[in-house]
């Protein structure tokens, strides 16, 4: 069945992403790309108005609605127009059968008028919802706990001030709420009143999304490999899912700020199960035993990418670069010795992340995580993102950070099983990976590019000359 | 440390070509309760070494708690014996989630290098010259 869409106004390229997860989170296999989109007349892709068909029924489009973190509101269509005019007439041509349900005496039911773009005032929205007498509403109104509530939501036609490539139409939509987010989660989970926070925490509402697109759900396995103070564990605890995360940074798995203030403080505060383990562990030589595989659902993580916090990996920088020769710690100081680390860089990070995924996830789990993008080398619209023969990418969804760079959530799932033929061309793949990555990406390089001074002298894009622009990019 | 992860872990120095299961010395533990979920076990029992399991309870303290061989499929999951005190089922999800290891070792069937596990976090983060490359 076809609905009507409305979203709220931001982090707008994950929000067709997050309701086909939670589609196939609901629905199961094959939901998620059986959701079907379209657009209103005159709508930009961008607009909050979107109309989405949905697999099984109305209890599912619910429970998409209620989970997720983006959807104002999914709503059963009773009709649109231009006009108060063309909106009654629509809602008239309505089949009678789909109406009268929800109008039945013993219900009760309430009106609220919404709008996009424009304010409507206490007033209007009375002479608004006054209007609607010819619709047979027999129930009692209630505006406190509703059976059924309407909305009538508005946009106008307005100028391009809202941040949207204007709309020269006005429009008027009627419908009925089947579902809606609960965003009450974010001031509950903030990270402002959280306890114990790093530099890196990932915000509340991101990895709320990156557990819904990591189909998080109770009786499911989670791993982070770079949990840091555990933010993104957090989110897939509170969804029910048992958790696990490692990191290479003692400090902060272990002992954090103190009895009180560490990464198991965190669970306690939203009064969460506490994960099941916590690792301090190298990336780049996961202690996971031989022959182990295939035990996470999913892995959802944030790599160090090396512009706020650059990765590391064990053994040494002058060590791996071949400056000193290869030394033994003497067996007296190997107790409290502490192991040198050597940087990490991004491609090699990338590349571990995807073969540890590709060993120890389930077929059909999803890997989610972060990666990011000089956004001058999306100028052609062509992004490149990792790919291995195990994983099918599900989403990519940009969030700008500044200027010069964005990250993408990438969500991946595992199409196929790990097999030894999968393992050796890994491990092929690595070692031409350790002979070439120096000079594929070199440690610092996305910093240096992302902090670098702005070249004044250099024409700000000349060739893109006239066009008009929206988000950095051009409206079409 | 949960059982759990014990299950899982191996040691990675240089030269060691299992490294598995790592012995494990208690110092101190704690039982941590975690919902039961069926579903859960029901994924997970195929990937857990039984033997490296129950030698691990014993190490913990709790000799009795698991039979040394795994009981079969049909008596663990046995409709309704999650709610029954005492259950093969329930007493795996105690072995596998609920056990707690504070503090202790972790010691490498292969090399002898032992790994410290303290507040509940084992470090298996290898030194320079244990690293392969």
Partial sequence: MWYLCVFYHRLLDYRRPEVQSLAELFGGPGAGDAVEWRMPENHHEDSPFHLVRLPGDERLAAQIANRSLLVKGIFELWGQGATYDELEKAIREYPDERKLPYLTPESSFKIVVDSFGKVISFEEQNEIIKGFTYIPFEGRVNLKKPEHKFFVLETDDYGSQNGLPPVVQKTVFFGREVGAADRHLLPMYQLKSRKYIGPTA???????????????????????????????????????????????????????RGPDCNIWSNFEQYKLPEPLCVLRADNN??????????????????????????????????LLKGIIPPYTVPDEKRENHIPSTAPYSLAECVHDLLHLAARMLVVGGRLV????????????????FPEHPCFKLVSSCEQILSLRYSRVLLTMVKVGPYTEEVERMGEERHQEFRENHQKWMEEGNLHTAVFSPAEHDKKPESDRGSKPKYRGKFAS | MRLLTHNFLASNVKGVSTGYPLALEVAKTSIKEVELNVDFLRGILPKIDWRALFAATSAAGFPELLAAEQPPEAELFAEGAAAVEGSAIRRLHHALLEIHVEEGTLVCPDSG?????????????????????
């Avoid at chain 1, 995580?369 to 052609?380: C, I, K, N, T």
């Fill in chain 1, 285 to 318: 030589l996961p202690p996971w035993r031989p022959g182990l595989k295939e035990i996470f659902d999913a892995i959802i993580c944030d790599p160090p990418y090396g512009v706020r916090a650059g990765g590391r990996k064990s053994g040494g920088r002058k």
């Fill in chain 1, 202 to 256: 990932m915000d509340c509402e991101m990895a709320f999304l990156m557990a819904n697109q990591g189909l998080t759900r109770p009786g499911k396995l989670v791993y982070d490999p770079f949990v840091g103070t555990g933010s993104i564990l957090v989110a897939a605890a509170h969804f029910g899912a048992m958790t696990m995360g490692a990191d290479i940074d003692i400090r902060v798995v272990r002992d954090g």
């Fill in chain 2, 113 to 133: 290098r032992s790994f410290p596990i303290l507040k509940g976090v084992p470090n298996m983060l290898l030194h320079e010259d244990e690293v392969r490359h």
């Fill in chain 1, 369 to 384: 995580f972060f990666y990011p993008m000089l956004r001058e080398d999306d100028v052609a619209g062509v992004a490149k």
